[in-house]
């Protein structure tokens, strides 16, 4: 009997540091308008987050659409090494086991 709950008691603290370890992420994506030489936010610009594999391929994780502010999020991403990618371009991304993590403005041309 203690050795049931010991084991059930166990789970429930692997279970909720898996789950405390899981990070928002929060970025914004940017237009550069070269004839007036300033940036500003792109709207509907497609943001997908993947994990490299082994095999030099990716596995999607999550997709986003950036809002009227230019701005994507991602819910519940675990630490590690990803590629983001914006536009068609690929962004390494590291993820640290942090409530929310903020990634630097990304260009669109």
């Not at 405390?20 to 004839?35: C, I, K, N, S």
């Not at 497609?46 to 819910?75: C, E, H, I, K, W």
């Not at 991403?77 to 640290?96: C, K, M, R, T």
């Amino acid at each position: 009997m203690r050795h049931r709950l010991f084991l059930f008691l166990l789970a429930i603290n692997l279970i909720q540091a898996a789950t405390a370890m899981a990070t928002d992420l929060r970025g914004r994506v940017d237009a550069f308008y070269p004839a007036v030489q300033s940036m500003g936010p792109c709207p509907g610009v497609g943001v997908a987050l993947f994990v490299p594999l082994p095999n030099n391929n990716f596995q999607l994780v999550s997709q986003a659409l950036t809002g009227p502010d230019g701005m994507f999020y991602f819910r519940g991403i675990y630490p590690g090494q990803y590629v983001l990618q914006v536009g068609g371009v690929n962004y390494p991304l590291g993820v640290a086991p942090t409530p929310l993590q903020d990634i630097p403005p990304l260009r669109v041309n």
